[in-house]
């Protein structure tokens, strides 16, 4: 157990439609990240925040956006669905600190089915 | 970031030590080699990193070489739980993108019997 928790686990929705996925991260740990892993891209960093700031950003598309919380929680808003969102969507958080900023934890992923 | 190749897959027997080797000859001299592995469709896991000393810690040892343009990932003794998806990154510790990590392919580690 890495101490990130994400929920829910599974999401089954139509195209067109709009989720959002939940991110706890570790006790204490102030940057969150979010990831997707679909078969044809592998895993892929979509975007950072950290203490509530958004840090760097990856190949997240226009449709996506997220936010991280005062109580450090982060959210990941996905809309307009289209089948090829269809991933697992992970989050990760670590410490703040140069050397330790890469390590880190991720939590076990929303699988995400967009029919 | 500096690009690393692994090979796609390993094998190893179940109670031999499993060396996952990674090159990154274009490393620059503040990045650091890291290690994650992903077990089928879980979270990956950070396993190790270093910068140019030997470390080891509960799960493993990572060696590399002296002039930093490669590096294995030793697992003294692999168990079946071991069988996962390696990936070794290289990434400065700090800059305006610090904390992205890039996943490539990796190398597949199969433990068997």
């Known amino acids: 157990d890495s101490g990130v928790t994400q929920t829910p686990k599974h999401l089954i929705t139509a195209t067109g439609q709009r989720v959002t996925l939940r991110c706890s991260p570790r006790?204490?740990?102030?940057?969150v990240y979010w990831y997707q892993q679909s078969l044809d891209q592998g895993l892929q960093f979509l975007i950072q925040y950290y203490n509530g700031e958004e840090r760097a950003k990856g190949n997240i598309l226009e449709r996506f956006s997220a936010q991280q919380f005062p109580d450090l929680h982060s959210e990941l808003n996905l809309s307009s669905l289209e089948l090829g969102d269809s991933a697992l969507y992970f989050c990760a958080s670590s410490v703040a600190g140069a050397g330790r900023i890469n390590e880190q934890f991720f939590g076990p992923g929303t699988r995400l089915t967009v029919l | 970031d500096a690009k690393t190749t692994q090979p796609p897959s390993m094998d190893c027997a179940e109670g031999r030590a499993a060396n996952l080797p990674c090159n990154h000859s274009?490393?620059?001299?503040?990045?650091?080699v890291y290690w994650y592995r992903q077990i089928h469709s879980q979270g990956p896991q950070y396993i190790i990193h270093g910068l140019k000393n030997n470390e080891t810690n509960e799960m493993a040892s990572l060696i590399i070489t002296e002039d930093r343009k490669s590096s294995t990932l030793i697992l003294p003794h692999a168990t079946l739980r071991d069988t996962a998806v390696y990936y070794c990154i290289v990434r400065g510790a700090g800059g305006t993108s610090y904390g992205k990590l890039t996943f490539g392919q990796g190398t597949i580690l199969t433990v068997h019997p």
């Open positions: 006790s204490g740990d102030l940057s």
């Open positions: 274009t490393i620059s001299g503040n990045e650091y």
